[in-house]
Every structure is written in structure tokens, then in C-alpha cells.
């Protein structure tokens, strides 16, 4: 009898340790970079770019109560939320920016586009996850759209960092 329960336990265990799964690898991520992570100040303009999600476009504009435009925008959150002041047009700011590659982004840096056939004619706050929080004419407002947009994508021009 002794035996019978002492083979009923061994199998019991045995199966028990077929059954258990064996640990789930990390994700691998999708963006790679030598580059540190962000730092306090870009998490802070991050937050700041969400906060303004749906503030009006307006042509020009540096606040967001009359509206802001896209270097508007970007002057206005890197002021506020980082203390770093940037201004002029979305050329004048791609100027001043430190050159990375598209795959070295970190949250907080801006990604520059040719949208009207003018080099640096639009910027965004890049957010992550292929992401960026911008202020496009045609919408009307400020709104997240994704890098790898067609749309975006055939006009992206470079990245820039005012970090590091």
C-alpha cells in the first residue's frame, strides 16, 4: 500500500512539474540608443506636451489661451516645463537643437519635418513610443499622431535633443 501511494505521489510531482511554464523572456524593446535615458526635465516637458492636448492651433501663436502653432507650442512647454528658453520658427529651434538619430529618440526631444516643401517647416515633442504631441495647422488642435504615419513618415526630416 505504502509503495502505491509513494509511486502516486512521484507521479503527481512529475506531472506537476510538466505542467509549470517556464518564464516569459522581456520584450525586447523597439528603440535602441547609446544615449542615457531622459532626464527629469524631458519627462517634464512630456507631461506638459500631454497637458495641452487639445488646445487650439493658431497661427502664430505662443500660448495656449489664444492658440499655438507648432514652435509656439514647443517654446511654450520647453519654458514652462524645463526652464530652457526656445524661440523663432521650427527652423530657428532645429538649429539650435544637438543632430541624433531617429532611432537614438528619448522622450522630451523633437522631431522635425518638411510639411509646406520648406526644410524644418514643423516640430514635435516626441513622446515615445514612435510617438509625438504637435500642433498641425489642419486640424485645429494639438493632437498625438504616430512617426510611422504615412503621412508623416514620406516628410520626417531629422531629430534633435536640447537635453544632454
Excluded: W
Excluded at 519654458?79 to 537614438?104: H, L, Q, T, Y
Amino acid at each position: 500500500m505504502r509503495v502505491h501511494l509513494l509511486i502516486a505521489c512521484t507521479v503527481s510531482l512529475l506531472l506537476a512539474a510538466c505542467a509549470s511554464q517556464p518564464p516569459v523572456p522581456a520584450r525586447p524593446t523597439q528603440e535602441h540608443s547609446d544615449r542615457p535615458a531622459g532626464s527629469e526635465k524631458a519627462h517634464d516637458v512630456v507631461i506638459f506636451a500631454l497637458g495641452l492636448i487639445d488646445t487650439g492651433y493658431r497661427f502664430g501663436g505662443k500660448n495656449p489661451e489664444a492658440g499655438l502653432d507648432c514652435s509656439g507650442m514647443v517654446s511654450y512647454i520647453y519654458g514652462r516645463a524645463a526652464g530652457i528658453k526656445v524661440s523663432g520658427s521650427a527652423a530657428d529651434i532645429a538649429r539650435r537643437g544637438r543632430p541624433i538619430e531617429r532611432g537614438g529618440l528619448r522622450p522630451g526631444d523633437l522631431v522635425f519635418f518638411n510639411t509646406r516643401n520648406a526644410p524644418f517647416s514643423h516640430v514635435g515633442i516626441y513622446i515615445g513610443d514612435k510617438r509625438f504631441v504637435h500642433a498641425p495647422s489642419g486640424s485645429g488642435r494639438i493632437r498625438i499622431d504616430d512617426l510611422d504615419a504615412r503621412y508623416y513618415a514620406q516628410r520626417f526630416e531629422t531629430a534633435r535633443t536640447l537635453f544632454d
